[in-house]
């Protein structure tokens, strides 16, 4: 396995054995065996900050592409078309992970002109009908121009552990239900050997979270279930940031008892934060993560975990 990476815009992790990375942004080698008779390549997209750094994948095999998730902005969204574009092989699948905008609304861009099914849980469709519209007046007078103002929906359902199969290579879907980080989500494990994992938000990595859908006790009872599903998964990919093993987990579960654990002392039973409280909470969880982008995202959440942590009394 080869790991490259461009922190502007892109990185291609590479899992065909012999691959070599020429870039001068390869940094890290690891050998990976898949079937001799599917190899196949992941290529991450990750976006800059306006963007909230987020990752979309492309699953190459020798018979064409599946992506996992899309983008943000418009600009985003089609930069990762156009780095799909690069491999010159049709598009086979998108595969959606949960409903939150940084993760769906580029598929419009990136399936345009294309019948491509488009697979997620029902309940992952269903909160995008609830949410698009409010996503749209919340977001689109802040990105403007570069905000997508359709959402493209899944058009291929499954339910709970079932599989699908594109170019020889099948996908199980785990629904994970409420919480890590939204209110519908689900893990993809691709049953290669070894397997590999996209996560979503379930887990981020070198960033601080969002924690603004509730849910935050949900997140961290799934981040246990998924130690079950992912103890046989080599590497797992995730919604933002870098790509690695099982210890993400843990640290996943520790920023979110230490945000729990401040916000809890900070709202003092109260289903709200002052505004110095939140200012408080933003200091400790620097302190905590002192290297963390979005920072943002700290205060961001504060009210609706102060609340059910209230509802918890």
Not at 150 to 160: F, I
């Amino acid at each position: 396995m080869r790991t490259c990476k461009n922190k502007g815009k892109e990185s291609t992790l590479l899992l065909r054995a012999g691959k070599r990375c020429h870039s001068s942004h390869c940094k890290e080698r690891k050998e990976m065996s898949f079937h001799t008779d599917q190899p196949i390549t992941i290529h991450t997209y990750t976006s800059g900050e306006q963007g909230l750094f987020v990752n979309a994948y492309l699953i190459e095999t020798p018979g064409g592409v599946v992506t996992v998730d899309g983008t943000l902005t418009r600009s985003d969204s089609r930069a990762f078309r156009s780095l799909y574009e690069t491999l010159e092989k049709p598009l086979l699948a998108v595969l959606v992970t949960h409903a939150h905008p940084d993760h769906v609304a580029g598929i419009t861009e990136l399936v345009q002109g294309k019948d491509v099914p488009i697979v997620a849980l029902a309940s992952v469709k269903r909160l995008m009908e609830q949410t698009e519209q409010a996503k749209h007046a919340q977001w689109g007078p802040v990105y403007q121009d570069e905000w997508i103002r359709t959402w493209t929906y899944p058009n291929r359902l499954l339910k709970d552990r079932e599989t699908i199969t594109f170019d020889g290579i099948t996908y199980r879907a785990y629904d994970l239900g409420p919480g890590g980080d939204c209110d519908a989500n689900a893990i993809w494990i691709a049953e290669t050997d070894p397997k590999v994992a996209f996560v979503g938000d379930l887990i981020f990595h070198g960033m601080h979270s969002y924690v603004a859908d509730d849910h935050l006790l949900g997140w961290l009872a799934n981040l246990e279930r998924a130690r079950i599903f992912l103890q046989d998964v080599e590497t797992i990919y995730l919604g933002h940031g870098e790509h690695g093993s099982l210890e993400l987990l843990d640290a996943q579960r520790d920023y979110l008892l230490t945000y729990c654990a401040a916000v809890k002392e900070l709202a003092q039973g109260e289903a709200k934060l002052t505004e110095a409280a939140k200012q408080a909470l933003v200091t400790r969880m620097q302190q905590y993560a002192p290297e963390a982008p979005l920072t943002f995202m700290i205060a961001l959440g504060a009210d609706a975990v102060a609340a059910e942590l209230a509802r918890r009394k």
